[in-house]
């Protein structure tokens, strides 16, 4: 059964860096698009960042956009969101999915989710 871990989460200040990594284990990650979401305290879940399972196409939401870029390295089985000039409202849990149906922002489209990593963006 596939497993998704994120991994990459911490404390940064404004204006920084973290590259979070998603890694699958019980499924090859060459046939599932990915993306990633985040949920901040009292807010719904929304979508970061897609890529599809050939690597080739890539989404982001717009308050990302210029910032964050997704990569996926299927040898490693493993995802990545680079995020860069970091902000205080990028503050959240970020989660990976994976799913077959598509590779959009929406929620709907993955059926297997990772457990998630705090990413706190703070002075």
């Known amino acids: 059964q596939l497993q998704l871990v994120e991994s990459g989460g911490g404390l940064v200040q404004p204006g920084g860096s973290l590259r979070l990594s998603c890694a699958a284990s019980g499924f090859t990650l060459n046939y599932l698009h990915i993306g990633w979401f985040r949920q901040a305290p009292g807010k719904e879940r929304e979508g970061v960042s897609s890529?599809?399972?050939?690597?080739?196409?890539?989404n982001y939401a717009d308050s990302v956009q210029g910032r964050f870029t997704i990569s996926r390295d299927n040898a490693k089985n493993t995802v990545y969101l680079q995020m860069n000039s970091l902000k205080p409202e990028d503050t959240a849990v970020y989660y990976c999915?994976?799913?077959?149906?598509?590779?959009?922002?929406?929620?709907?489209?993955?059926?297997?989710w990772g457990q998630g990593t705090q990413v706190t963006v703070s002075s």
């Open positions: 999915a994976a799913g077959i149906v598509g590779y959009g922002l929406g929620s709907k489209e993955y059926a297997y």
């Open positions: 890529i599809s399972k050939s690597g080739r196409m890539t």
